[in-house]
């Protein structure tokens, strides 16, 4: 079934600072943090389900005063009207920082406990249950714990609070895939929606696949010639290529640490060097991280 949705939204650029709005900021976990918590999932195998918060935004007030004009296609006359904005409306500035606040206080109410390496990650030590984690990802929640009522009775207090949508075990969490295999003990990340846009932006998806990021013995060097006329199309590959390699990609972290290297002044040999890296990224765009009780970490190096 398709799902159409509409939003209205502010236009944040006539926003001023200080003014108008002063933080902004979002709860946005690190990805060690995320990636930790699968990988203990994995081993301790944990029931791990997702959670989404429908309009989140709106569960917050919003902390200035500002007035809104509605947009055209509205009911004649109220077009030409100004309201107050009483909720944190999509698209100010504040609006995320106040949402923020909102699930912290609402889990801090039945005793989760905000940690303090990554204050998106929460403990709620359930008193029947055992450990219950919560971690949110501005309106999507992940509850891992080993005990299913302990995770069922978290997603009961969200949605006392919350108009909420579970979405039961994870499957897709902020892009990424997610595949459990309870009975081995092993869970899978993988981002292959990511190569695949990235193919697309630069038109390679029907280019030739790689089989490595990069050739053996291929030497990348400044020479000061050919270079590129336009710097940040190289600049914008590299960094997606650097998001990919420190997220779900380690495989092509040392392909892409070379690359880094020549930001400044990329030349054209530099692009066809990263492009190669994509169309490896197209050949293995489905290959992820794996966690696992019975997989040990395996690390390979040139004899330097």
Same mark, same amino acid.
């Given at each position: ?16 600072? !200080? ?8 709860? @946005? ?28 935004? =709106?569960?917050?007030? @919003?902390?200035?005063?500002?007035? =809104? ?28 920082? =106040? ?47 080993? #005990? ?10 969200? #949605? ?13 969490? @902020? ?17 292959? !929606? ?47 290529? =650097? ?62």
């Amino acid at each position: 079934m398709t799902r159409y949705k509409a939003r209205l939204v502010a236009q944040s650029f006539n926003q001023v600072p !200080g003014r108008d709005f002063d933080e902004t900021w979002a709860p @946005i976990p690190s990805s060690a943090t995320t990636n930790a918590l699968f990988a203990v999932a994995a081993v301790k195998d944990w029931e791990v389900h997702h959670v989404d918060v429908k309009t989140a935004f =709106l569960n917050a007030k @919003i902390d200035k005063e500002m007035y =809104l004009k509605l947009p055209d296609g509205t009911e004649p006359g109220e077009a030409d009207e100004v309201f107050r904005l009483n909720l944190a409306l999509y698209r100010t500035k504040q609006a995320g920082r =106040l949402w923020g606040i909102k699930p912290d206080k609402e889990l801090k109410s039945p005793g989760a406990v905000r940690s303090k390496v990554d204050p998106c990650l929460y403990t709620w030590s359930h008193p029947v249950h055992g450990q219950v984690y919560i971690l949110v990802h501005v309106d999507d929640l992940i509850v891992a714990g080993k #005990s299913l009522d302990g995770v069922q009775a978290v997603k009961n207090s969200l #949605s006392a609070t919350f108009d909420v949508r579970d979405m039961g075990e994870v499957k897709d969490f @902020i892009g990424m895939k997610v595949m459990q295999d309870r009975a081995a003990k092993m869970l899978t990340l993988s981002n292959p !929606g990511h190569a695949i846009e990235l193919l697309e932006a630069f038109v390679m998806s029907n280019s030739t696949p790689n089989k490595t990021p990069m050739v053996s013995g291929a030497k990348v060097a400044k020479t000061g010639e050919n270079l590129l006329p336009d710097g940040n199309r190289y600049a914008e590959l590299v960094g997606s290529l =650097l998001y990919f390699s420190t997220t779900k990609r380690p495989d092509i972290s040392s392909a892409v640490g070379v690359l880094s290297r020549y930001m400044a002044c990329p030349e054209e040999d530099h692009m066809s060097a990263a492009k190669g890296v994509l169309r490896y990224g197209r050949r293995a765009k489905r290959l992820g991280v794996a966690y696992g009780a019975d997989k040990p970490l395996q690390g390979y190096v040139d004899a330097d």
